[in-house]
């Protein structure tokens, strides 16, 4: 794009001419194993601490019948949308983006059901929609990559507030003005500080819901006439102004061949529910599990990318001995530590009675780090890691790619594998499961969002 182009104005006539036919068959199956992953993620949810509080919160004024997944009760569109969005980041086992680790499943997908139930969206419009919205918020993280995150602020949640917001805006089929008015309203909607990582609190989980209604919020105002800034994004006090590394950037990678390239393609289904850095290690440590003696274990060093440390290695003694379940999923060393142990690592993993397991913590302290100044992070997530044994052998086990993402994929059958679980792992009914599944892998063919089973009725 030239220097005279507005970012915002651009990218919302992009969109405006992008129909349901342009969408790849490859794209629009994505869309559909994110959608599912979504809903399954939140359900795995459903029993939790977090989750109850949601729902007593939204006991003191919410009120309607947009669906809370897995639940028989609704309430309006946005509580629905914060509720479902926070629930299914509960446990950081929703979809990723290679390229920079932004979850637009759980913003997105909250966002344009709810809303989708209230204005009678057809499942076509719907993947239209979705796929717009995971398009947009994978674009903007590879826009900033890490800086966001250098910032100490949750990419997905600033970012996610963007892209909730032409998600949805395409699904209201407004026209680009009213498109560059609500992200200009969005911008001021953007937030999402890190610090939970110093005490594994719940805000990081709310992130997401809070991006998705406000993506409805915004789209909404908007289409009723009010009025946001044209330079949302790119101007003197915009969004990467304040969030990431400054005005100047090169936006031509949030609009270069919008509507004819998807990145988003790329998106990862989780294989683990822990922090996306995390899973490289993981899988070396599932494969030195299988050949050391824990034991014999004198020091294991890792190379990591640099752009990981500040969440996930640092500070060490903490990461080494995280002071909550969900501290423990941020903490590569606790992580690797139960990988080692267990020999698998699920929603089952992350427990109070291993949080003091002194085998398990006493490994933890032994894992370390170094920084690989080659590492690609976050083009690519890699791991190699290096096993000091007693004798004084070092046995090295590395991993090229992250599972479950471009390069190793999971399977149709595994991406519905894992949804069932998630259900078993709350308890829920699974004989109305196949229905919702069924559902959504034929979602163009719902006249009416509102028949999807979404309680599991």
Not at 79 to 102: K, Y
Not at 132 to 157: A, K, N, Y
Request: charge should be negative; include cysteine; hydrophobic fraction near 35%.
């Amino acid at each position: 794009m030239s220097s005279e182009e507005v970012v915002s104005v651009k990218l919302a006539e992009l969109i405006s001419v992008i129909e349901s036919e342009k969408i790849p068959s490859a794209m629009v199956s994505v869309t559909k194993n994110i959608t599912l992953d979504t809903i399954g993620c939140a359900l795995a949810a459903a029993k939790s601490s977090y989750a109850e509080s949601l729902l007593r919160a939204n006991h003191q004024g919410g009120s309607g019948n947009i669906p809370i997944w897995g639940f028989q009760d609704g309430t309006d569109m946005y509580s629905a949308a914060l509720i479902n969005g926070t629930s299914a980041h509960g446990e950081d086992f929703d979809s990723s983006f290679e390229g920079c680790p932004v979850h637009s499943g759980v913003v997105i997908t909250p966002a344009i059901l709810s809303l989708g139930h209230m204005i009678n969206a057809t499942g076509e419009d719907a993947i239209r929609a979705l796929t717009i919205g995971h398009e947009v918020m994978c674009r903007l993280g590879q826009l900033t990559g890490t800086t966001v995150h250098r910032r100490g602020f949750h990419p997905t949640s600033v970012l996610g507030t963007l892209a909730s917001t032409m998600a949805c805006s395409a699904l209201l089929r407004l026209e680009p003005k009213k498109m560059v008015n609500a992200l200009g309203i969005a911008a001021s909607m953007c937030s999402g500080i890190i610090e939970y990582l110093s005490d594994g609190s719940s805000t990081k989980r709310l992130h997401a819901g809070w991006a998705a209604q406000s993506g409805i919020r915004a789209s909404l105002l908007a289409q009723a006439g009010f009025t946001g800034p044209e330079k949302s994004i790119d101007g003197d006090h915009g969004v990467f102004f304040a969030f990431s590394s400054g005005a100047n950037q090169n936006y031509e990678i949030l609009t270069e061949d919008f509507g004819h390239k998807w990145v988003s393609i790329n998106t990862a289904i989780k294989a683990y529910p822990s922090g996306t850095m995390t899973h490289p290690f993981i899988d070396c440590c599932l494969q030195a599990s299988k050949e050391i003696n824990l034991n014999e274990v004198d020091e294991i060093i890792c190379d990591v990318g640099e752009g990981t440390v500040h969440r996930l290695w640092e500070p060490l003694k903490l990461k080494q001995n995280p002071p909550n379940e969900y501290a423990a999923k941020f903490s590569t060393p606790f992580c690797m530590a139960l990988a080692l142990h267990h020999n698998k690592l699920n929603l089952n993993s992350f427990s109070e009675l291993y949080l003091s397991d002194r085998e398990i913590l006493n490994t933890a302290n032994k894992i370390k780090y170094k920084i690989n100044p080659d590492d690609p992070y976050p083009k690519e997530y890699i791991a190699k890691i290096h096993v000091r044994l007693s004798s004084g052998q070092i046995k090295e086990y590395n991993k090229h790619c992250l599972k479950g993402g471009r390069h190793e994929p999971l399977s149709k059958p595994e991406i519905i594998a894992k949804f069932q679980d998630n259900l078993s792992f709350s308890s829920l009914n699974l004989s109305n499961a196949n229905k919702l599944i069924d559902q959504i892998y034929s979602l163009e063919e719902i006249r009416d969002i509102k028949q999807l089973n979404l309680s599991l009725s």
